[in-house]
């Protein structure tokens, strides 16, 4: 017997959102707009300046990582779907 809901386990069976590959080096744009963002963030809220900027360098790498995960693995059918 489930604890949980029935309706949880039909948002558990939905398939990821496909999501176009980034080059695995930031473009100048990208980094454009990370600064952009960063000051905005620094204008708004200063002292969550670093907190931003380190947690947007984490997912900037998670993101370059996954890119090239699935570049080198093409047979990866969830390496697709990133």
């Known amino acids: 017997m489930s604890t949980q809901p029935e309706s949880?386990?039909?948002?558990?069976k939905k398939s990821p959102p496909?999501?176009?590959l980034p080059n695995e080096t930031p473009?100048?744009?990208?980094q454009q707009d990370d600064q952009q963002f960063l000051d905005e963030v620094?204008?708004?809220a200063p002292m969550m300046r670093a907190t931003y900027e380190n947690e947007l360098q984490s997912v900037n790498?998670?993101?370059r990582d996954?890119?090239?995960y699935a570049r080198e693995n093409p047979a990866d059918e969830d390496?697709?779907?990133i």
């Not at 949880?8 to 558990?12: L, M, T």
């Not at 473009?27 to 990208?30: G, Y």
């Open 8 to 12: 949880s386990f039909a948002a558990d």
């Open 18 to 20: 496909h999501i176009s």
């Open 27 to 30: 473009n100048s744009s990208d």
């Open 42 to 44: 620094s204008r708004q």
């Open 61 to 63: 790498s998670y993101i």
């Open 66 to 68: 996954a890119s090239a």
């Open 79 to 81: 390496a697709g779907n």
